[in-house]
């Protein structure tokens, strides 16, 4: 499994960026896909999933009102639409995929993650 995330950046806050993954290398089609991130000297938080199949989301706390997942399914792509973004949500984004459908998405694989940094 390949999962390359694109996007990331220097923002200012209150701005926005568009996180991009590209997933291939597996044939398996009932799956979520989604994002967490890790800042330095903090633990992993989940972000947003999104299932394969019914297009079934799921956002923690930290993503309601200000993320945005999104798929295209034909290319395995996954987005992350993300708005007003704070100094706090300075991290690396991973993209990350889980077979089947349980609880999350970010055990099975992920991929190389993209910088985000929001200056005050």
């Known amino acids: 499994v ?9 923002v200012q806050a209150g701005g926005s960026l568009r996180l991009s993954c590209a997933a291939s290398g597996f044939t ?14 903090k633990v992993q938080e989940g972000l947003s999933c ?12 930290i993503a309601k009102g200000r993320f ?17 973004l704070q100094p706090e949500d300075t991290a690396v984004y991973y993209c990350s995929v889980d077979k089947g459908r349980g609880y999350g998405c970010w055990d099975d694989y992920w991929g190389q993650g993209t910088q985000v940094t929001v200056s005050s």
């Open 28 to 41: 398996f089609d009932d799956y979520n896909i989604g994002w967490f991130r890790q800042a330095p000297g």
């Open 68 to 84: 945005t997942i999104s798929t295209d399914n034909a290319k395995r792509m996954v987005y992350l639409q993300m708005n007003n």
């Open 50 to 61: 999104i299932h394969s199949i019914d297009g079934d989301t799921f956002y923690s706390d």
């Open 2 to 10: 390949q999962l390359q995330a694109s996007g990331g950046g220097l």
